[in-house]
């Protein structure tokens, strides 16, 4: 499976990005879709994911009532809208597809990983 992000570039604080990930090909419904960044000299952090099989959602304290994961599986195509962003956003955005999501951990293991886009929140 091939995972290819886009929407990411620069934007003021307050302001407002929609990133995609288009797969390649169809992700069982066993699946989760999950969205994470990293800054450089950091660990990678988990963001916000979505279940394949029912669109049952997680996100991150940090992104709670900002940002919205959703998917439309008949483009295989995962969404997440990001307002209201803060520098703090900074980040390389990457996504994936995780078998792991039932586990109970956060963030899940991935499976399969995107190439990364990213997303620069300044004045």
């Known amino acids: 499976v091939e995972l290819v992000e886009s929407g990411g570039g620069s934007v003021q604080p307050g302001g407002s990005l929609r990133l995609s990930c288009v797969a390649s090909?169809?992700?069982?419904?066993?699946?989760?879709m999950v969205w994470y960044r990293q800054v450089p000299g950091k660990e990678r952090e988990g963001v916000a994911s979505?279940?394949?099989?029912?669109?049952?959602?997680k996100y991150a304290d940090s992104v709670k009532g900002r940002f919205i994961i959703s998917q439309d599986n008949a483009k295989n195509t995962l969404y997440l809208q990001m307002d209201s962003l803060k520098p703090e956003d900074t980040a390389m955005y990457y996504c994936?597809?995780?078998?792991?999501?039932?586990?109970?951990?956060?963030?899940?293991?991935?499976?399969?990983w995107g190439q990364g886009t990213q997303v620069t929140v300044s004045s």
């Open positions: 994936a597809a995780s078998s792991d999501c039932y586990s109970g951990y956060w963030p899940p293991r991935a499976d399969y």
């Open positions: 090909e169809y992700i069982h419904s066993s699946f989760c």
């Open positions: 979505i279940m394949r099989s029912d669109d049952s959602t």
